[in-house]
T-cell receptor, first 110, second 110 residues
């Protein structure tokens, strides 16, 4: 029972490079979320989706884009990475109600 | 702007002690309050509270919500070293998005 799976687990980028983080859930949840977690700041919502083909901005969306082409997948893209995007990224899914989290992606931008 | 404030930010206790964590909130349309435990990786769900005055329990953990005074507490009795973690409080101000507090770091010493 996989739940919410994030890939990759770790990544190091140079400033200006691009990358995509993948989130996959097997619980048939409607809602999916991307958060970033920085020391002392809790979890901050980047973007979210309330269903296949829909996306919406969260609290800190600048510098990120997302897509939800399939219900089970939610992609987070960084078009031109900046050092300020060094963080741990968590994906979550919900029915709605309780949010279930993936194991996180640790991203460093040099 | 929705606000979730947790206190204390951190605390250190000895095994067997009782711990009380606080979460206060200001949101426009309260739906529910959730508690999560975060060890090294993904936050894991503990409790969801929607009604005032009804205590939820799971083993040595319990939580209660006061919707009049806009706060919740999480109690951990007879603490063990395995309780060492960051405890996160989050509130649904609508049906879609969780607003998280910064978390309380609990360290339990043997």
């Amino acid at each position: 029972n996989a739940g919410v799976t994030q890939t990759p687990k770790f990544r190091v980028l140079k400033t200006g490079q691009s990358m995509t983080l993948l989130c996959a859930q097997d619980m048939n949840h409607e809602y999916m979320y991307w958060y970033r977690q920085d020391p002392g700041m809790g979890l901050r919502l980047i973007h979210y989706s309330v269903g296949e083909g829909t996306t919406a901005k969260g609290e800190v969306p600048d510098g990120y884009n997302v897509s939800r082409l399939k219900k089970q997948n939610f992609l987070l893209g960084l078009e031109s990475a900046a050092p300020s995007q060094t963080s741990v990224y968590f994906c979550a899914s919900a029915r709605p109600g309780i949010q279930y989290f993936g194991a996180g992606t640790r991203l460093s931008v040099l | 702007e929705d606000k979730v404030v947790q206190s204390p930010l951190s605390l250190v206790v000895h095994e067997g002690d009782t711990v009380t964590l606080n979460c206060s909130y200001e949101v426009t349309n309260f739906r529910s309050l959730l508690w999560y435990k975060q060890e090294k990786k993904a936050p894991t769900f503990l409790f969801m509270l929607t009604s005032s005055g009804i205590e939820k329990k799971s083993g040595r953990l319990s939580s209660i919500l006061d919707k009049k005074e806009l706060f919740s507490i999480l109690n951990i009795t007879a603490t063990q070293t395995g309780d060492s973690a960051v405890y996160l409080c989050a509130v649904y101000p609508n049906d879609y998005k969780l607003s998280f507090g910064a978390g309380t770091t609990v360290t339990v010493r043997a």
